[in-house]
């Protein structure tokens, strides 16, 4: 099955609906799978005195809160409405993260394949058992959690009546500085869980995500932007659309070169071996009756005739007809 790559828009779009839709087109165009939003009522998402994390400080300034923010980068839901009619349109997949249960209700309503559960989400309790009840399958990132916080909230979700789950590696960082990245623990949480994993990326640049695919996930999730240059709190940490096409590209060519584990001569090779290998062949003029030896016998290209492997079982045996230097031995 080919790995799912989400193009995290998130808020991205600046509360632009215009914004979002140029999103969508790009997205398409880089050939992403899934664009995926972020959809939330401020109010009943953070307290008026909740302050911004470090990262939106830096990108976004320190003299407005959490909330102030939240309530600029909004999309209503008759924006979210026309964004799925316009990824159906366009052919690619409509998702959006609900931040709160109002969201996850009104969400539900959407033709969305899966959820997609943010880290921040993975202890809240009320919000896990609303989306669970759904029986939706459930995508849910893991940044900032321990091993314990992840298997309550799959336990929990479980018994709700949650439907398949996949667990994506994640550190919350923008940007994720590459010490901190700790792709190992995708088995890790494979390996505890017996769940699929993917990896839900915030460094910088593409080469993170193309080496989670090749250790086994099958999500990827990377924040999308048209330009690092727009103002908001993930434009910096984001890939432009020419990366994210570049990263897809790279994606779907890993996946290509893992093939199927089983050790064998490719279609694409089969057509080398004669010219690559050896056989055995003459090293002088050889009469018929004459014994092989290592005197009158060596190995040469090319492959197509009796394999060096062969060589003590040819030793002693009567040459069968004459040989000039070079000719392929046949028996």
């Known amino acids: 099955m080919a790995v799912k790559i989400i193009a995290e828009a998130g808020v991205n779009h600046n509360g632009s609906l215009a914004l979002a839709k140029q999103m969508v087109e790009a997205a398409a165009a880089a050939k992403a799978d899934y664009i995926k939003f972020q959809t939330f009522v401020p109010k009943h998402l953070v307290a008026s005195s909740a302050q911004k994390a470090e990262y939106q400080k830096k990108t976004t300034g320190k003299h407005e809160s959490q909330l102030e923010m939240l309530e600029r980068l909004a999309l209503g839901q008759e924006g979210f409405l026309e964004l799925e009619a316009y990824c159906k349109k366009l052919g690619i997949g409509f998702l959006s993260t609900p931040f709160d249960l109002e969201s996850i209700a009104f969400l539900n309503q959407l033709e969305m394949e899966f959820w997609k559960l943010p880290s921040g989400s993975v202890t809240d309790l009320p919000y896990l058992l609303e989306i669970a009840k759904t029986g939706k399958p459930i995508v849910m990132s893991t940044g900032m959690c321990r091993m314990h916080e992840i298997e309550a909230a799959v336990i929990r979700m479980r018994e709700a009546g949650a439907g398949e789950i996949t667990l994506l590696h994640c550190n919350t960082e923008y940007p994720t500085p590459m010490k901190d990245v700790n792709l190992n623990a995708m088995a890790t949480l494979r390996e505890a869980f017996?769940?699929?994993?993917?990896?839900?990326?915030?460094?910088?640049?593409?080469?993170?995500?193309?080496?989670?695919?090749?250790?086994?996930?099958?999500?990827?999730?990377?924040?999308?932007?048209?330009?690092?240059?727009?103002?908001?709190?993930?434009?910096?940490?984001?890939?432009?659309?020419e990366e994210f096409a570049h990263m897809v590209q790279a994606i779907r060519n890993i996946e290509a070169a893992m093939g199927t584990g089983r050790k064998e001569p490719s279609k694409s090779e089969q057509k080398n071996m004669a010219a690559a290998r050896k056989s055995i062949v003459a090293k002088c003029a050889i009469r018929k009756g004459e014994r092989f030896s290592e005197q009158n016998l060596t190995t040469k290209r090319p492959g197509n005739g009796i394999s060096p492997m062969e060589w003590p079982n040819l030793m002693g045996k009567e040459s069968p007809k004459d040989f000039e230097p070079d000719d392929l031995i046949v028996l």
Not at 199 to 225: P, Q, R, W
């Open 194 to 241: 017996h769940l699929p994993v993917g990896y839900s990326d915030h460094t910088n640049g593409i080469e993170v995500a193309v080496a989670a695919v090749a250790l086994g996930a099958v999500v990827i999730e990377k924040h999308f932007t048209l330009s690092r240059s727009l103002e908001g709190p993930d434009h910096k940490a984001s890939l432009e659309p």
